[in-house]
Antibody, heavy 113, light 113 residues
């Protein structure tokens, strides 16, 4: 059974940092492009970042470029998102998604003083 | 960035009746290399993460009932539900994955009359 479990969401002050994790199971993790997508409740999803299976290509939304870093550890079947210089507008539920065909249940990030 | 626009934003439907949602893109979503149209449809049920319904314009995802169908050409796409059921309530999103950044429509909220 496909499973993606995000963790690491928290309340953090503006300018702070947070690292999100996503644990994957039920599929060959290294074969799949993995994504982070965020969503403010009641609004459309916003794609954040993607990484290919071998970590040779990473892509970012302009809104997070230079502040967020996506990475993965295929040996641990895990995806990460290092978020630095956080802003209030980064507050959202963050989902990891396998090829954008299957999404986890999300982890809540709140940036507020 | 490719802009995705959906209509209507709200769609009240009587059970058993058909429903249709339109999505337009600011540019064609046809990949010039392989001829595929990289337009997907998602349903986000209340309190859940988005789930894939239709991928690459017209292919139903695994487990999706055949009352859902996707079509379109050029920059105009349509999701049709042949007979709406109570379990179909939620917000429907179109999404393009032809190019980064991946972008979503604003969403169409389907409710049961």
């Amino acid at each position: 059974e496909l499973q993606l479990v995000e963790s690491g969401g928290d309340l953090v002050k503006p300018g702070g940092s947070l690292r999100l994790s996503c644990s994957a199971s039920g599929f060959i993790f290294s074969d799949n492009i993995m994504n982070w997508v965020r969503q403010v409740p009641g609004r459309r999803p916003e794609w954040v970042s993607a990484i290919n299976g071998r970590s040779t290509h990473m892509y970012y939304a302009d809104s997070v470029k230079g502040r967020f870093t996506i990475s993965r550890d295929n040996a641990k079947n895990s995806l990460y998102l290092q978020m630095n210089s956080l802003r209030a507008e980064d507050s959202a539920v963050y989902y990891c998604a396998k090829d954008l065909t299957f999404w986890g249940q999300g982890t809540l990030v709140t940036v507020s003083s | 960035d490719i802009v995705m626009t959906q209509t209507p934003l709200s769609l009240p439907v009587t059970p058993g009746e058909p429903a249709s949602i339109s999505c337009t893109s600011s540019q064609s979503l046809v990949d010039s290399d392989d001829g595929n149209t990289y337009l997907d449809w998602y349903l986000q049920k209340p309190g859940q993460s988005p789930q894939l319904l239709i991928y690459t314009l017209s292919y139903r995802a695994s487990g999706v009932p055949d009352r859902f169908s996707g079509s379109g050409s050029g920059s105009e796409y349509t999701l049709k539900i042949s007979r709406v059921e109570a379990e179909d309530v939620g917000v429907y999103y179109c999404m393009q994955r032809l190019d980064f950044p991946i972008t979503f429509g604003q969403g169409t909220r389907l409710e049961i009359k």
